[in-house]
């Protein structure tokens, strides 16, 4: 195939199938992919210093991938006060973060008057030092509190964003197909849902993340409908501030334990999704999130030769891929990633949420 082309015109679905399957083309994919990301972004690496808080893990969900959620009797079950969530905020801001991602599980108190409480609380404490972008809850939480709170999802995100919601986590979309979502996570909004809400919080000024959770009881075809469902939200609404393609971690996930899906995706598929990401996203969606939890310190430098741009955030930490087994750390210094991306001959950048340079 001659990747030449779509730097002129647009790939087709058929096409992005073939780069999927077609293990000939492999290393030529990677080459086109690096190509394109230097013509785009340049040599640019951009990460974010941010904290992670998972402020609790009790679930009423039963999605079938994931080992962090557990029930509110469970002796490891906890939910963090509000005081305590903007404790961690403030001392996250006052070591330089700029971000604090805020999630949960589906907590049967938690909805959109105590969500707004939390938005309140995070900016009150941070603002006397300069304030924090507020990066939270997902498409499902969104969806979720409104419902316990008697809302709707457009009445429920316009509050949000009044009381100080910066920008969303475009999580929960796993693969946006709703064959693979019956059997992934039967109880989560559809995928028709998931896109709704998303185009809702784009139009209302709340820009979002993208992802794409694969190499679980996904095929290459739902690869390809996701990634091109991507870019057509972004062709209507330019929203997302990038994609982030998310490994499937199988250690402990309750789907791979029971023998129903793979042991995640191969190293070459990895490559795949962040190469092929690039070659369809391009023109729409600019930035390629590596995510080094995910794929560990060396894996993410050779993604970023294969299309990424960005390492995402510091974390400090990362409690969902940690319970489904991700080996690579919840926590990076600055310094770190720095190293990190140096080491592979590009130029280290911190930026924010949004992606303004900042240095």
Not at 6 to 18: A, D, M, T
Not at 304 to 325: F, H, P, Q
Request: glycine share 6%.
């Amino acid at each position: 195939m001659d990747l030449e082309k779509f730097r002129e015109k647009e790939i087709s679905k058929r096409e992005c199938l073939e780069l999927f399957e077609n293990d000939e083309l492999f290393f030529d994919v990677l080459r086109f992919a690096d190509e394109l990301r230097r013509e785009t972004v340049g040599d640019i690496v951009t990460y974010v210093v941010n904290r992670n808080i998972n402020f609790t893990n009790i679930c009423i969900g039963d999605c079938k991938f994931c080992a962090f959620r557990v029930n509110e009797n469970d002796k490891n079950a906890y939910f963090l006060d509000i005081d305590e969530i903007a404790r961690r905020a403030l001392e996250a801001k006052k070591i330089g973060a700029t971000e604090v991602c805020i999630q949960g599980g589906l907590h049967p108190k938690v909805d959109t008057y105590f969500q707004i409480e939390i938005l309140k609380k995070v900016h009150e404490i941070t603002k006397p030092y300069g304030d924090i972008h507020i990066h939270a809850f997902s498409p499902m939480e969104v969806y979720f509190a409104a419902e316990n709170a008697g809302l709707d999802v457009k009445e429920a995100l316009k509050m949000l964003k009044e009381n100080g919601l910066n920008s969303m986590p475009g999580t929960a979309a796993e693969i946006l197909d709703d064959e693979v979502r019956r059997e992934l996570c039967p109880h989560k909004i559809s995928t028709k849902q998931w896109v709704d809400i998303i185009k809702t919080a784009h139009k209302l000024g709340i820009p979002t993340t993208s992802t794409m959770m694969y190499g679980h009881i996904d095929e290459y075809k739902h690869w390809v409908k996701h990634l091109f469902l991507l870019k057509e939200i972004q062709k209507e609404t330019n929203g997302f501030t990038e994609f982030v393609p998310l490994s499937f971690m199988h250690k402990y996930a309750p789907i791979y334990k029971e023998g129903r899906a793979k042991a995640g995706a191969t190293g070459i598929e990895d490559l795949k999704v962040y190469a092929v990401s690039r070659i369809v996203l391009n023109d729409y969606i600019k930035n390629i999130q590596v995510s080094w939890v995910k794929l560990g310190q060396k894996m993410a430098q050779i993604a970023l030769k294969c299309g990424g741009n960005d390492v995402g955030g510091t974390l400090m930490e990362e409690n969902i891929s940690r319970a489904a087994g991700a080996e690579y750390g919840v926590s990076m210094s600055v310094e770190e990633i720095r190293n990190m991306i140096e080491r592979i001959g590009r130029i280290p950048k911190e930026r924010t949420t949004l992606y303004k340079i900042l240095e």
